[in-house]
C-alpha cells in the first residue's frame, strides 16, 4: 500500500512540475515575441519636403520647432546640434548645456532664447527639411522627426554653431548625399572654433556679444540626397546631379549650355590658409567635402602642405597644385 501511495504521488508531482514548465515556456515564448511601438525606425532614404513654412508656437526653440509642408503639420528636431533650453523644466539638461559654453544656467536659457529668435528668423522664408522620418521622441502629440534643415543661405544647424548658439551634440546621421557624419562633424567643429575665436553667442555672453552675429556667414552647406537612376520619361528633379558624397548650391539648376566655370580659375593665385570655401570649390577637383578638409587643416606653411589633407593623393595633388600660391 506505501509503495503504490508513493508512486501515485510521484506521478502527480511529476505532472505539476511539467505543467509548470510548459507554462513558463510558452511565457518566454510570448514575452520573446517582437513588440512594434510604432515607425520609430522611419525610411532608409531620405524625404525631401519642400517650401516648409515655420509655424509659430509657444514651444518652439532653437533647435526644435513646428513646420508645414502642404497640408500636412511636422515637428522637426535638428541632427548633430543642440540649442540650450529656454526655460527650467529639464534642469539636468539645462546645467549640462551650460557647463559646455562655460556659462550658468541662467545664462544658459539667455543663448537658447537668442537661438529660439535666430531660428525663427532664418526659418521666416520657405525651407526645404530633409528626413528620413525617424523617431525624435518629444512631449507633443505630434511625432517628432530628425531632419537637416536648409535654409536659402544653408544648413541651419552649421548657422546655429557657427554663431555659438548650439553645440554640437545630439542625434547622429550622415547628411543627405554623405556616406557618414564625419565629414560634417569637422565642418560643425570648424564653425565652432571660429565662434570661439570671434567671441560670439555663447562663447561671447560676458562681454555683451550674445547678439553678435558671425562675421562671414558663408560656406554653409547645401545638402541633396543622391540620384537614384530614372527613366527618360521621368522628369528631372529642381537641382543639379553631384557625385554623392558632394554638397551643391541651392536649388542650382542644371545649364548644359553654359561653359565650366572651373576652367577660368587663374593659376597660382589661391592663398591656401585664408580662401573661403567658395572659392576653393573653384578649383577643379576640389568640392565643398574636401573644400571643408582644406579649411579644417589649417594652418600650412605653404601649398605643398595640402598633401596631408584626407583624400588628397599624388594625383590629385599634381591637379590642384597649380591653382595655389
Not at 3 to 14: E, L, Q, V
Not at 301 to 313: E, Q, T
Request: charged share 25%.
Amino acid at each position: 500500500m506505501w509503495h503504490k501511495a508513493s508512486t501515485c504521488d510521484f506521478a502527480i508531482a511529476r505532472l505539476r512540475h511539467l505543467r509548470r514548465k510548459i507554462g513558463l515556456l510558452a511565457l518566454a515564448v510570448v514575452c520573446a515575441t517582437p513588440v512594434e511601438i510604432g515607425a520609430s525606425g522611419g525610411s532608409k532614404d531620405w524625404i525631401v519636403l519642400e517650401n516648409c513654412r515655420l509655424i509659430p508656437n509657444p514651444a518652439n526653440d532653437g533647435d526644435s520647432f513646428h513646420a508645414s509642408a502642404g497640408a500636412k503639420e511636422y515637428i522637426f528636431r535638428l541632427y548633430l546640434v543642440d540649442a540650450p533650453e529656454t526655460d527650467e523644466m529639464t534642469p539636468g539638461r539645462l546645467v549640462e548645456q551650460a557647463k559646455y559654453f562655460g556659462i550658468s544656467a541662467p545664462q544658459a536659457i539667455e543663448v537658447g532664447q537668442a537661438a529660439k529668435e535666430f531660428t525663427r528668423e532664418k526659418l521666416s522664408q520657405p525651407f526645404i527639411a530633409f528626413t528620413h522620418m525617424s523617431d525624435a521622441l518629444g512631449q507633443s502629440r505630434l511625432e517628432r522627426f530628425y531632419a537637416f534643415v536648409q535654409t536659402n543661405e544653408g544648413d541651419l544647424g552649421e548657422q546655429l554653431v557657427r554663431n555659438g548658439l548650439a553645440r554640437i551634440h545630439g542625434y547622429k546621421a550622415a547628411p543627405p548625399g554623405l556616406r557618414n557624419s564625419r565629414v560634417e562633424l569637422q565642418k560643425l567643429q570648424l564653425f565652432e572654433q571660429q565662434a570661439r575665436q570671434e567671441k560670439i553667442g555663447a562663447w561671447g555672453l560676458t562681454v555683451g556679444r550674445l547678439n553678435i552675429h558671425a562675421e562671414n556667414q558663408s560656406g554653409f552647406s547645401f545638402f541633396i540626397p543622391a540620384e537614384k537612376p530614372r527613366s527618360r520619361a521621368t522628369p528631372a528633379i529642381p537641382f543639379s546631379s553631384p557625385k554623392p558624397g558632394a554638397s551643391v548650391p541651392f536649388r542650382s539648376a542644371p545649364n548644359p549650355s553654359r561653359s565650366h566655370g572651373k576652367a577660368k580659375t587663374p593659376l597660382g593665385k589661391i592663398d591656401v590658409n585664408t580662401a573661403t570655401e567658395k572659392e576653393l570649390t573653384t578649383v577643379p577637383g576640389i568640392g565643398h567635402v574636401m573644400a571643408a578638409r582644406i579649411i579644417a587643416a589649417r594652418p600650412f606653411r605653404s601649398a605643398d602642405d595640402l598633401r596631408r589633407v584626407s583624400g588628397i593623393g599624388d594625383k590629385k595633388y599634381a591637379e590642384i597644385r597649380p591653382y595655389f600660391q
